[in-house]
């Protein structure tokens, strides 16, 4: 009898630390490799990978092994993107088995050139997006995880996530457009992409976002979101840029500004702009525009330029409805006078009010 318990403690014992062996340190082993290159062609056939040795470890809560690979490379023609990491869940049955399918996987990046990303994309993803992408982007690096699942056939299923950073990103739109230290977090799925802690320069202009969210519903893309900037003052390059196209009667000479907005549209599949809203709150520290002398009738100290100081602004966008409500000083003359103001516009009619 003692011998037997002895027999059992001592195999009980083996167990036991085979299974705290699995589950701490592992094996490796290659046995898997050819089911994850599957998994990777199901994706596309034209990627490949190369695959080191793979670490099993025991997950004996989940009655299951995990499988890890560190350092992959996927390749598609002649572009090579460096992994992190690929790791997926294996069933006890597949230890023993020849082959298996893989039902999740989990591919995680290393810091990658976000150009070069674009272009690994464009090589078996063609479509005008990724060709607009990849002619703007000149610089910029991205850090992803991207969370796949399979069905019985391997294929790839539609309720993907992929999350992540974009890092130093920087875009030139047509020369004219200039977009650098762009960085935001990601949250993409199917239905939905998720942005957070925006930040960038757009031509030398800080703005930030805490969040923007689009969502693609039947082909087209609703866009919700907020962004704001802090004290900004145009230099005459950035009025010329930003303004006239806007305001061909007004000749703006100075501007600086501060602001919060939230905002709304779609836009659909021809890349057309639908059902803007915008929300706007506005601390106009200055405005000045070189006046009309058809005043000088009116105010005969006219000053060379009209300047609003410290007004804050309301405006409400819709459709075809535009609503404007301010107060501060403006400067004609000597003196600073108040004013409030209103203008109000429905349709091609404007109604304006000021005090």
Same mark, same amino acid.
């Given at each position: 009898m *003692?011998?037997f318990l002895?027999?059992?403690?001592?195999?009980?014992?083996?167990i036991?630390?085979? !299974?705290?062996?699995?589950?701490?340190v +592992?094996?490796?082993?290659?046995?898997?490799n050819?089911?994850?290159?599957?998994?990777?062609?199901?994706i596309?056939?034209?990627?490949?990978?190369?695959?080191?040795?793979?670490?099993?470890?025991?997950?004996?809560?989940?009655?299951?092994?995990?499988?890890?690979?560190?350092?992959?490379?996927?390749?598609?023609?002649?572009?090579?993107l %460096?992994?992190? #990491?690929?790791?997926t869940?294996?069933?006890?049955?597949?230890?023993?088995?020849?082959?298996?399918?893989?039902?999740?996987?989990?591919?995680?990046? *290393?810091? $990658?050139?976000?150009?070069?990303? /674009?272009?690994f @994309?464009?090589?078996?993803?063609?479509?005008?997006?990724?060709?607009?992408l990849? @002619?703007f982007?000149? =610089?910029?690096?991205?850090?992803a995880?991207?969370?796949l699942?399979?069905?019985?056939?391997?294929?790839?299923?539609d309720?993907?996530?992929? =999350? +992540?950073?974009? *890092? &130093?990103?920087? /875009? &030139?739109? $047509?020369?004219?457009?200039?977009?650098?230290?762009?960085?935001?977090?990601?949250d993409i799925?199917?239905?939905?992409?998720?942005?957070?802690?925006?930040?960038? $320069?757009l031509?030398k202009?800080?703005?930030?976002?805490?969040?923007?969210v !689009?969502?693609?519903?039947?082909?087209?893309?609703?866009?919700?979101?907020?962004? %704001?900037?802090?004290? /900004?003052?145009?230099?005459?390059?950035?009025? &010329?840029?930003?303004?006239?196209?806007?305001?061909?009667?007004?000749?703006?000479?100075?501007?600086?500004? #501060?602001?919060?907005?939230?905002?709304?549209?779609?836009? &659909?599949?021809?890349?057309n702009?639908?059902?803007f809203?915008?929300?706007?709150?506005?601390?106009?520290t200055? $405005? @000045? /525009?070189l006046?009309?002398?058809?005043?000088?009738?009116?105010?005969?100290?006219l000053?060379?330029?009209?300047?609003?100081? =410290?007004?804050?602004?309301?405006?409400?966008?819709?459709?075809?409805?535009?609503?404007?409500?301010?107060?501060?000083d403006?400067?004609?003359?000597?003196?600073?006078d108040?004013?409030?103001?209103?203008?109000?516009?429905?349709?091609?009619?404007?109604?304006?009010?000021?005090i």
């Amino acid at each position: 009898m *003692r011998l037997f318990l002895k027999v059992i403690f001592s195999i009980s014992l083996i167990i036991i630390s085979l !299974i705290i062996y699995l589950s701490l340190v +592992g094996i490796e082993t290659s046995k898997f490799n050819k089911q994850i290159s599957n998994s990777i062609k199901n994706i596309d056939k034209n990627l490949d990978i190369e695959l080191k040795k793979i670490k099993i470890i025991l997950n004996p809560l989940n009655l299951n092994f995990s499988a890890k690979t560190i350092g992959p490379k996927i390749i598609n023609k002649e572009i090579i993107l %460096e992994f992190e #990491s690929i790791e997926t869940n294996i069933p006890f049955k597949a230890i023993l088995a020849e082959e298996f399918l893989i039902e999740n996987m989990i591919i995680s990046t *290393r810091s $990658l050139n976000l150009k070069k990303v /674009i272009s690994f @994309s464009r090589s078996f993803k063609k479509n005008l997006e990724l060709l607009f992408l990849e @002619s703007f982007v000149k =610089n910029g690096f991205l850090i992803a995880k991207i969370n796949l699942n399979f069905d019985q056939n391997g294929k790839v299923k539609d309720n993907y996530k992929i =999350n +992540g950073v974009i *890092r &130093d990103a920087k /875009i &030139d739109v $047509l020369k004219k457009y200039k977009i650098d230290k762009f960085n935001f977090k990601f949250d993409i799925d199917k239905e939905k992409y998720d942005f957070r802690n925006i930040n960038l $320069l757009l031509n030398k202009s800080l703005f930030s976002s805490e969040k923007i969210v !689009i969502k693609n519903i039947n082909e087209s893309f609703l866009i919700n979101g907020e962004f %704001e900037n802090k004290k /900004i003052d145009f230099s005459q390059e950035q009025l &010329d840029l930003f303004l006239k196209p806007i305001t061909l009667d007004l000749d703006i000479k100075n501007l600086e500004f #501060s602001s919060k907005n939230n905002f709304n549209l779609k836009i &659909d599949k021809k890349f057309n702009l639908n059902n803007f809203e915008l929300d706007s709150k506005i601390n106009l520290t200055k $405005l @000045s /525009i070189l006046s009309s002398q058809k005043l000088k009738k009116l105010f005969p100290e006219l000053n060379k330029n009209l300047e609003l100081l =410290n007004n804050e602004l309301l405006i409400k966008y819709k459709k075809n409805d535009f609503y404007l409500d301010g107060s501060g000083d403006i400067l004609l003359q000597s003196k600073n006078d108040k004013i409030k103001y209103s203008i109000n516009k429905k349709k091609n009619i404007y109604n304006f009010l000021s005090i």
